[in-house]
């Protein structure tokens, strides 16, 4: 039996059936599809791909740096000229694409972004060539093998932007020197190492930052500590929570003050469609419970155990 990978997983998974939560199915006269096209869910571009035809207009903008649209470009390499910068910052980044992108793409935006790329393709590309990486770009990759390799060239390390890297080893190298911890930026930091480091030093939280926080831990103490009656800095920034997923609970509380332009970027307005999942997948359930219940061997056991055809029947 062919292995499950997680790159198959990821697969069936966003391609099930999804939809918009109720919240977001209740506010949906206020969508705008190319405020949708930044949402980094894979769901944001499947749901794009059923319900809007103008695809190849949104995929000139931000959808290119989903992470669902790298399997449409291996398929559309023609289509990828337009949107390299977006492309190069997509998470999962195929070795197919990159290695179409490579020739002739000299410009000083293309290493920079693709230093910061967590995929694989894109740091074995830079772990083979070096002498390509944006050293201060790459401190916010958080690939295991890039933090490594940050680890054996410390000179190279830029601490306000590895501050923000998630990587649970670059918050240990945090945590072994903490005053080179740039606190502003530590303050978005979504690992709960991060968080549990933060609050050693909470008069140095930046509020406005912390509401990028999508740590549910962090969320949380924002809304207990924020100083309510004041705008960010040290109060709510609603704009910036109407795109957090860690926010939806607190979006949907508080419909009055989300920010729908942004909203529609927060991956957290998907939901599983279960109810399409079953009314896809029944008859095929039907089928096999049926082959089941039905197998002659079955019949026969029960047979010889005792009971007659009209009870067979009556209890299939």
Same mark, same amino acid.
């Given at each position: 039996?062919?292995?499950?990978?997680?790159?198959?997983?990821?697969?069936?998974i966003?391609?099930?059936?999804?939809?918009?939560?109720?919240?977001?199915?209740?506010?949906?006269?206020?969508?705008?599809?190319?405020?949708?096209?930044?949402?980094?869910?894979?769901?944001?571009?499947?749901?794009?791909?059923?319900?809007?035809?103008?695809?190849?207009?949104?995929?000139?903008?931000?959808?290119?740096?989903?992470?669902?649209s790298?399997?449409?470009?291996?398929?559309?390499?023609?289509?990828?000229?337009?949107?390299?910068?977006?492309?190069?910052?997509?998470?999962?980044?195929?070795?197919?694409?990159?290695?179409?992108?490579?020739?002739?793409?000299?410009?000083?935006y293309?290493?920079?972004?693709?230093?910061?790329?967590?995929?694989?393709?894109?740091?074995?590309?830079?772990?083979?060539?070096?002498?390509?990486?944006?050293?201060?770009? /790459?401190?916010? &990759? %958080? =690939?295991?093998? !890039?933090?490594?390799? *940050?680890?054996?060239? @410390?000179?190279? +390390? #830029? $601490?306000?932007?590895?501050?923000?890297?998630t990587?649970?080893?670059?918050?240990?190298?945090?945590?072994?020197?903490?005053?080179?911890?740039?606190?502003?930026? /530590?303050?978005? &930091? %979504? =690992?709960?190492? !991060?968080?549990?480091? *933060?609050?050693?030093? @909470?008069?140095? +939280? #930046? $509020?406005?930052?912390?509401?990028?926080?999508t740590?549910?831990?962090?969320?949380?103490?924002?809304?207990?500590?924020?100083?309510?009656?004041?705008?960010?800095? /040290?109060?709510? &920034?609603?704009?910036?929570?109407?795109?957090?997923?860690?926010?939806?609970?607190?979006?949907?509380? #508080?419909?009055?003050k989300?920010?729908?332009?942004?909203?529609?970027?927060?991956?957290?307005?998907?939901?599983?469609?279960?109810?399409?999942?079953?009314?896809?997948?029944?008859?095929?359930?039907l089928?096999?419970?049926?082959?089941?219940?039905?197998?002659?061997d079955?019949?026969?056991?029960?047979?010889?155990?005792?009971?007659?055809?009209?009870?067979?029947?009556?209890?299939?």
């Open positions: 039996m062919a292995s499950l990978t997680i790159e198959k997983l990821r697969h069936q966003v391609a099930a059936p999804i939809k918009l939560s109720p919240f977001a199915q209740a506010h949906k006269w206020k969508m705008d599809v190319f405020m949708l096209a930044y949402n980094p869910s894979p769901a944001a571009f499947h749901y794009i791909r059923k319900y809007h035809s103008n695809i190849l207009d949104l995929l000139t903008g931000s959808m290119a740096s989903n992470p669902s790298i399997a449409y470009f291996e398929e559309h390499p023609d289509e990828m000229e337009y949107v390299i910068p977006n492309i190069i910052s997509n998470p999962m980044l195929s070795a197919k694409v990159l290695e179409m992108l490579l020739p002739n793409n000299t410009m000083p293309f290493y920079q972004r693709l230093s910061a790329n967590p995929s694989n393709a894109a740091v074995d590309h830079l772990l083979a060539n070096p002498e390509r990486i944006m050293w201060v770009e /790459f401190c916010t &990759n %958080s =690939n295991s093998r !890039a933090v490594a390799f *940050l680890r054996k060239n @410390p000179s190279k +390390i #830029n $601490y306000s932007y590895l501050s923000t890297n990587n649970s080893s670059a918050i240990r190298m945090l945590a072994a020197d903490p005053a080179q911890i740039d606190f502003d930026q /530590f303050s978005m &930091n %979504s =690992n709960p190492l !991060a968080f549990k480091l *933060l609050m050693e030093y @909470p008069e140095q +939280i #930046n $509020y406005n930052n912390l509401a990028f926080n740590n549910p831990a962090a969320l949380a103490y924002l809304f207990e500590n924020a100083i309510l009656e004041y705008p960010y800095p /040290f109060g709510l &920034n609603w704009r910036i929570l109407s795109g957090n997923p860690a926010a939806i609970s607190y979006l949907e509380a #508080n419909p009055e989300v920010v729908f332009p942004k909203f529609w970027e927060n991956p957290a307005i998907f939901e599983m469609d279960y109810q399409s999942i079953f009314d896809e997948r029944l008859p095929e359930l089928d096999q419970l049926m082959m089941v219940s039905l197998h002659p079955r019949i026969d056991r029960l047979v010889k155990m005792g009971f007659t055809s009209k009870e067979i029947a009556a209890n299939l």
